[in-house]
DNA sequence: GAGTTTGAAACT
DNA sequence: CAGTTTCAAACTC
């Protein structure tokens, strides 16, 4: 099966390093597991071909100090979900946690200083700032971009749905103090196309009032097994308000248990 | 472009 | 581990 492929809008700028001879964590071509290309106007640079043995050494040797130095810092966090055949299910990672966290003292997260800001996604448990303003999710705020790992999806037929094609996806995840949040979708077929952009709805409360936060358009394919893979093409976030705002604007408590569900694109409170 | 600030990586 | 130094990018002017 193939894995997913993200394509970074910034990806390979070049780097402009100077002592490190590109041979070091210090520079992100490097660091990405790349070499050194014409867009890059480094000094005495070792990141290149030509010195792969030396390239394979020092990652090694950086590897003895940290085995994940050159895992993705960003894990995805899986926030949506959607049925898209017979008892298949596929999650979409929209959002993502820096693995390690920041420890920003004077940016405040809002700089592209900040590792976790400058990845579009907001501090987590992990983190270590100081002052925290990050516009994706501050440190400690219980939203989307903190969501908990914890997550399972649950496909079900609605109770007075049963002829119909209807499945509701149910997205469970225990929020960090108490409360449970439940958030449903409606199922949609899909055409034989292998290319499309898609939808999803938050999890969180953001979809009762603007419904669509990020979209993803990825192509299909059928490998081994008849598994099915997909690639992403792109990504974006559509509703750039911070989760913080949308919180406000619901006047959401986490601690509460608010419930609700989505069936044919309106949204009824349970409870 | 030069100089400063910043926080991860490297080092002790 | 913690404290310090090194480093290249982000930022400022
Ligand atoms: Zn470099
Ligand atoms: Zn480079
Ligand atoms: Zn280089
Ligand atoms: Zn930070
Ligand atoms: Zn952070
Ligand atoms: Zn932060």
Known sequence: MRMATKIN????????????KCVKLYCDCFAGEFYCGEDCSCTECFNRVEYEDTVEVA???????????????IHPVVQ???SHNEGGNQVMPIVGKHR?????????CFQLYCECYKANVGCSVGCRCEGCKNGFGIKGEYNVYNAPQTMRAINEKPNDCENTKLELTRLEFSPPESGYLQS???LTSHGNDTSRTESYFNPSPISA??????????EFDIGPLNQQSYTYV????????TPGEINE????????????TTVNNTTQYIK
Do not use: H
């Open 249 to 260: 604007m619901l006047d959401w408590n986490p601690n509460e248990t608010l419930i609700y």
């Open 59 to 73: 990652r090694e040797k950086i590897k003895v100090r940290d085995p994940l130095a050159f895992d993705p810092k």
């Open 234 to 241: 792109d990504q974006s976030m559509d509703n750039q308000l």
């Open 100 to 108: 390690k966290g920041c420890t920003c003292k004077n940016s405040m």
């Open 209 to 218: 009032i603007s419904g669509v936060i990020g979209t993803s358009t990825r």
């Open 184 to 186: 449903s979708t409606p």
């Open 80 to 82: 949506s979900t959607r």
């Open 9 to 20: 809008k910034d990806f390979r700028k070049g780097c402009k390093c100077k002592k490190s």
